[in-house]
Structures are given as structure tokens and as C-alpha cells.
């Protein structure tokens, strides 16, 4: 017994000791991070140099994102810690605008084998750099293997080239849903689904009641891609000079089968080595064949047009006009939200301070959103309604803004959107799981208990709903889609009839939604911008950007001890953990929903 306790003890005291030291080992990590980021801030200081002479390098495998959160360690550059905050989409295009009155910067080396940003980004990227072809710079692009997406990009430039023995990946647009009806019928989970009235394309829940799209949703989702890659096919055949007949025909009998084939077709002006390519930039360049190539990345350059930029603003200290940009990204919830999800409260908030704020002539908000809660929504909607009173207020939307990301943004004065921005949406659900089947019948567990009325245990996971919870629950969410219906027609000045036509839920593209009504017009976070602008009869203005971010140090602890679990799920699942994020998203959901089911991406 004496040595029981022997090593009992020991093994206890061991495991507190270890415990302690590792506090102690990532107390002291944290304190080297800190200590090096001071150490390293006077060098972070040092000026982004761009020689004369140079080529802009711009990856577009680099994150582009709508807003970057803040950093602690901005501009500090710590070996073992990569920022992947990415680079935000208005600065990107402002830094390429830049860049073409930019006397020291020649022309732009694009690289990259996927375009990594959203649907919009992608259209505004592109149109940059042909904007930037036509100001008589040259854009060059190069890799050894191309995505669709980043062909598609790369077809804008001046030149393309691909490696020699490099790989085109043209295949055309798919989309595929996972449904998991089968795997819920094995496990004895039941799903409960109500739908306003007629809204036969809201597909957010068929994933969890049926095994397969229904023809509403085949038929929206068809119209998508078909639209997006009709754009794309056009935009690619004028660049490349290919006639669309034999660009299509070249993907359905798969003839782009080597680099020599993507040549012959005239994807491309060659397949080259990189040697090769640095032999045409030291031509385009004018220097000798020996000579170093200078060259500066666009996350630096941003970073020397962000810091001159803020250096003009300091110089006009007396302007007092502002244009506030309220950024409104991500899935709608009651309460705060951060730089990856709206909180109705934060929004709220933040649209109530830029309209009561005298020095703030315009608004708009960047919305890119596929919705969520319809309770939140409406909390937005209501001060978005009272800021469109107030001042100017356009609406820009981002890749996404469909349902309750629509329905905050209809009684703006404007509405931009991006060709191949998803909108609509115009519908509700709600999904509530019966787990009956799977805790009691499968894991063999049961619940017992009392209640003072009949209906005391509504929700309970435990049962499903009788025939008055049921009208009552149907009741809820007719209202509501009657409420959205009601919304949009006030603020787009339509009809009920002609609005109800067009929700039902389903999901428009950016194009169709100026045809339609729905949007005012296509164009992009800068021309919402000037709109506003012009609207509010200024010229001179700042720029600030609401919801304060927030403190970074509070966000980077935050990321340092949550990003763990995300880590060690995309190690343990791969590309798979995306579904289980997704899954993560269904549990988090409450109250009636107006969220569009789907994300659409271009690899």
C-alpha cells in the first residue's frame, strides 16, 4: 500500500510539475514573440524600398480578403509566423492604380496557380490589370500550373506563359452538394422543416430531407454557373483572341492535354522555362543579360502606398468631410460580431454612429453576407433604414449578399454588385432536429420529467412538435417572409407581386439582379464610393471604416489559443473539415433563419 501511494504521489507530482513547466515554456515563448517584435520594431520601421527600374511581383495565391484584421505585429516580419491576414481588396486595387503612374514601376510579373479570393475579387482584379496593360506597362504572367481560376486571371495579362512541361487545369464549372438525409436516417435523426410560403427554391435545408436537388434548385443553381462561365468564356476570348466555339469544344473533347496544346490554341504565347522568362523581362526592362532584375512584392508595396496615402491624410488635417465604409462580412447573429461574422448589436451600433456623426456626409456598406438570423437581420435593417433617411447611403456588394444580407441592404439610395455577385435569396426557414432516434432508440437513453403546461417543453430535442406547435411555428415564419417580401418591395419600390415573383428563395446573379430589379447596377466598391460621394456633393473627403476593429493584442491571444482546434482539424481531415465547419454552423443556428444554402467557388 506504502508504495501504492508512492507512486501515486509521484506520478501526481509529476504531472503537476509538467503542467507548470509548460506554462512556464509558453509563458516564455510568448514573452521571446514579444520580445522579438520589440527588438525588431525599430527595424520594422525601415521604408519599403521600390528602385527604379522594377517589376511589381503579384501573387494572386495570396489571400485577398474585404477587410484585414489588425495585427499586433503590423509591419514586423517574425521567422515561424506567417500573417496570413492577407491583403485587403481595396488597398490591393488601389496599390495596382498606383502602380500605373508609379514612374519607377515598369510592369507586373503575375504568378500564382489559384486565385485566392472571392468571386468578385476575382472580376475586380482582373479588370485592374487590364487597366493597367492599357496604360502601356506590360503584364506578364507565368507558372507551371494554372487553375481555372487563375487562368482566368492570367488571360488578362499582356503576355502568358506557361511552363514547359507545366499543366492547365480546364476543365469548366461544377457545382456539387453534399447531402446528408442517409447518414441522419442511420442515426435516427429527424429533421423538422418549415418554409414560407412557396419557397420553393429556399434549398438551405434540403441537404438534411432529401438525397438529391430538387428540380428548383438544379434549375437556380444551373443559371448560376452557366451566367458566371458565359462571362468568363467571353472575357477569356477576347483577351486571348480564341474564338468561344473552339474554346469550348477544346474542354469537352479535352484537347488541352500538354502545355503545347494550351499553346497551339492560343491560351498562351509559349511554354517557356523561368530562365526564359527572366531573359523577356531583362529585355523589357532594357538591361543587360547579367543584370539583377529588381523587383518588389505587392504585400510591400501596399504597404509603401498605404503608408503614403495616410501621409497625405495628415497633410490635409483640416478636411472634416468623411465617407464612412461600414463593413458588413459574414453569417448574421444577435450580439457582437468580429471581422468573420456580423453581430446585430456591432452593426447596429455602427450604422447609428456614422449617421449621428456630423463629419460623416455618406455611408456606404460593403456587404458580403449569404445572411443568417432574421431576427438580426431586421435590428440592422431598421438603422441601415434611418442612416438612408439621414445621408447618402449606397450599398456595395461583395462576393455574396443574399437573404438576410439582401435584406439589410434594401432601403439603400443605391445598390452596386458585382457581375458575379449571388444575391436574392428572398426567403426563410427553419430547421429544428428531432434526436429522438438516436439517443434513445440508438444510444438507449431516456428522459423523464414534469411540467406545468401543455407546451412548457417546446424545442425539447427529445420530441417532435404537435399539431399546434406546428401552425404555431408555420405562423412565425409566413410572417416573416411576408415581413422580407414587404421590405424589399418599400425599398425598391416594387410591387408585392412583382418581389414575391422573384424571392421564394431563390438565389440571383449579380447580372440577372440589375434585369430584375434588384440591384441598381454593376459596379465596384470604389464606384459605390464616388457615388456617395457625388451624392453628398463633396470632393475632398477621408475615408474611415466602421466597426472599430479590435484591440489586436485581445485578437492575437484570441487566434493564439483558438486556432489550435482549427490546426489540428485541418490536419486530422483535410479538405473534409470544411463540412464540419459547416456542420458546426447548423448546431450554432437559432430562430428562423433567412440564409442562403450554398457558397459557390471557382478553383
Avoid at 2 to 28: H, R
Avoid at 34 to 46: L, R, Y
Wanted: cysteine-free; overall charge negative; aromatic content about 10%.
Amino acid at each position: 500500500m506504502k508504495q501504492f501511494f508512492k507512486y501515486m504521489f509521484a506520478s501526481t507530482l509529476g504531472t503537476i510539475l509538467g503542467f507548470v513547466l509548460i506554462f512556464i515554456l509558453s509563458g516564455m515563448i510568448l514573452a521571446g514573440i514579444i520580445g522579438s517584435a520589440v527588438m525588431m520594431a525599430g527595424k520594422s520601421g525601415k521604408d519599403v524600398k521600390v528602385t527604379e527600374n522594377s517589376i511589381l511581383v503579384v501573387d494572386i495565391s495570396e489571400r485577398l480578403v474585404e477587410r484585414k484584421t489588425r495585427s499586433p505585429f503590423e509591419g514586423i516580419e517574425i521567422e515561424g509566423f506567417d500573417d496570413n491576414r492577407g491583403i485587403a481588396l481595396r488597398e490591393f486595387m488601389a496599390a495596382i492604380e498606383a502602380a500605373q503612374s508609379d514612374e519607377r514601376i515598369k510592369g507586373i510579373y503575375l504568378k500564382g496557380a489559384m486565385f485566392n479570393g472571392s468571386l468578385t475579387a476575382m472580376e475586380e482584379v482582373r479588370s485592374a490589370l487590364i487597366s493597367f496593360k492599357e496604360s502601356g506597362k506590360f503584364v506578364i504572367a507565368y507558372n507551371e500550373i494554372y487553375s481555372q481560376s487563375a487562368y482566368y486571371v492570367a488571360s488578362s495579362a499582356s503576355e502568358a506563359y506557361i511552363f514547359q512541361e507545366g499543366m492547365l487545369e480546364l476543365f469548366g464549372l461544377r457545382s456539387e452538394i453534399a447531402f446528408f438525409k442517409n447518414a441522419m436516417d442511420k442515426l435516427g435523426i429527424e429533421a423538422t422543416i418549415i418554409k414560407g410560403p412557396n419557397n420553393v427554391y429556399k434549398s438551405a435545408i434540403e441537404p438534411f430531407s432529401r438525397e438529391d436537388m430538387s428540380p428548383e434548385n438544379e434549375q437556380q443553381i444551373q443559371r448560376l454557373i452557366d451566367v458566371l462561365w458565359e462571362g468568363m468564356s467571353a472575357r477569356i476570348s477576347e483577351s486571348r483572341n480564341i474564338e468561344l466555339a473552339d474554346l469550348n469544344a477544346s474542354m469537352n473533347e479535352l484537347k488541352i492535354r500538354k502545355s503545347e496544346d494550351a499553346v497551339e490554341l492560343g491560351l498562351f504565347d509559349g511554354a517557356i522555362y523561368y530562365d526564359q522568362l527572366l531573359e523577356n523581362f531583362r529585355s523589357k526592362l532594357e538591361i543587360e543579360a547579367d543584370a539583377d532584375i529588381q523587383s518588389v512584392e505587392m504585400k510591400d508595396y501596399v504597404k509603401v502606398y498605404d503608408k503614403k496615402d495616410k501621409s497625405d491624410e495628415d497633410k490635409s488635417w483640416e478636411l472634416k468631410d468623411e465617407i464612412a465604409i461600414i463593413y458588413a462580412i459574414g453569417g448574421i447573429g444577435s450580439g457582437e460580431g468580429d471581422d468573420e461574422s456580423i453581430g446585430s448589436e456591432t452593426l447596429a451600433k455602427a450604422i447609428r454612429e456614422a449617421r449621428l456623426d456630423e463629419d460623416v456626409k455618406a455611408i456606404v456598406m460593403r456587404v458580403s453576407s449569404p445572411g443568417g438570423s432574421a431576427l438580426a437581420s431586421d435590428v440592422i435593417w431598421r438603422e441601415a433604414k434611418l442612416a438612408a433617411e439621414a445621408k447618402p447611403f449606397v450599398v456595395s456588394f461583395g462576393d455574396v449578399a443574399a437573404s438576410g444580407g439582401y435584406y439589410i441592404s434594401t432601403h439603400a439610395n443605391r445598390i452596386f454588385s458585382g457581375a458575379n455577385t449571388i444575391t436574392g435569396s428572398i426567403g426563410v426557414f427553419g430547421l429544428m432536429p428531432d434526436m429522438r432516434g438516436l439517443i434513445t432508440d440508438k444510444m438507449g437513453i431516456t428522459f423523464d420529467g414534469v411540467k406545468t403546461h401543455d407546451h412548457a417543453d417546446f424545442g425539447s430535442l427529445q420530441r417532435g412538435f404537435d399539431e399546434i406547435e406546428m401552425e404555431m411555428l408555420n405562423e412565425f415564419v409566413t410572417d416573416t417572409y411576408n415581413e422580407f417580401v414587404g421590405r424589399v418591395a418599400e425599398g425598391r419600390n416594387m410591387s408585392i407581386e412583382d418581389v414575391d415573383s422573384l424571392a421564394r428563395g431563390r438565389v440571383w446573379i449579380g447580372s440577372d439582379a440589375v434585369a430584375n430589379g434588384l440591384v441598381d447596377e454593376i459596379g465596384s466598391l470604389n464606384d459605390a464610393i464616388s457615388y456617395a460621394a457625388s451624392m453628398a456633393e463633396i470632393n475632398n473627403y477621408d475615408i474611415i471604416e466602421l466597426p472599430k476593429q479590435k484591440d489586436p493584442w485581445e485578437s492575437f491571444m484570441k487566434e493564439f489559443s483558438g486556432g489550435a482546434k482549427a490546426k489540428v482539424g485541418q490536419w486530422v481531415f483535410g479538405d473534409e473539415y470544411e463540412w464540419i465547419q459547416k456542420a458546426e454552423q447548423v448546431k450554432t443556428m437559432k430562430g428562423i433563419q433567412a440564409r442562403m444554402p450554398y457558397e459557390i467557388k471557382i478553383q
